[in-house]
């Protein structure tokens, strides 16, 4: 994320949200759902080291998915075990792989297709080139 619109910024920020999907699908996506748990930022990615900026939250998680918490339901008026767990991540390669520890450099880089990736080496680029993709897409669409 690049907070003033400048591509040539010498500063990174990473926010990571928290989305309530036990909701109707028209509303966990709006901002009065989303919480922003932390944001990581400085001059440059957290790379490999992710996981450390992310420990606190993991460790949060698995309290809320092992114990629960004790919360208290203002509709109802009584307190309740909040038990919650994480569903699912969303983000870009790189962060995939930090994270997964799923390689996405190489050969078999699609974690889909993984060793049917279809891919071409350039002669003289030594650069991978991934082919094929277009086939997930519908028949008539204007990218295939």
Not at 54 to 80: H, I, Q
Not at 111 to 125: A, F
Not at 126 to 131: D, F, L, P, S
């Amino acid at each position: 994320m690049n907070p003033y619109g400048s591509l040539s910024t010498q500063h990174s920020s990473w926010p990571v949200l928290q989305v309530i999907y036990n909701l109707p699908p028209w509303l966990c996506m709006k901002r009065k759902y989303m919480m922003l748990s932390m944001m990581i930022s400085g001059p440059r990615q957290p790379g490999n080291d992710i996981d450390v900026y992310l420990s606190p939250l993991t460790e949060d998680l698995t309290k809320l998915w092992d114990e629960g918490v004790l919360v208290f339901d203002g509709f109802r008026n009584k307190t309740f075990q909040m038990c919650a767990m994480l569903f699912c991540t969303i983000n870009d390669f790189p962060t995939y792989e930090n994270l997964s520890s799923y390689s996405v450099k190489g050969h078999c880089a699609c974690p889909i297709c993984e060793e049917d990736t279809s891919y071409i080496q350039l002669k003289h680029g030594r650069k991978t080139v991934y082919t094929r993709h277009g086939r997930f897409l519908k028949p008539h669409h204007p990218y295939r």
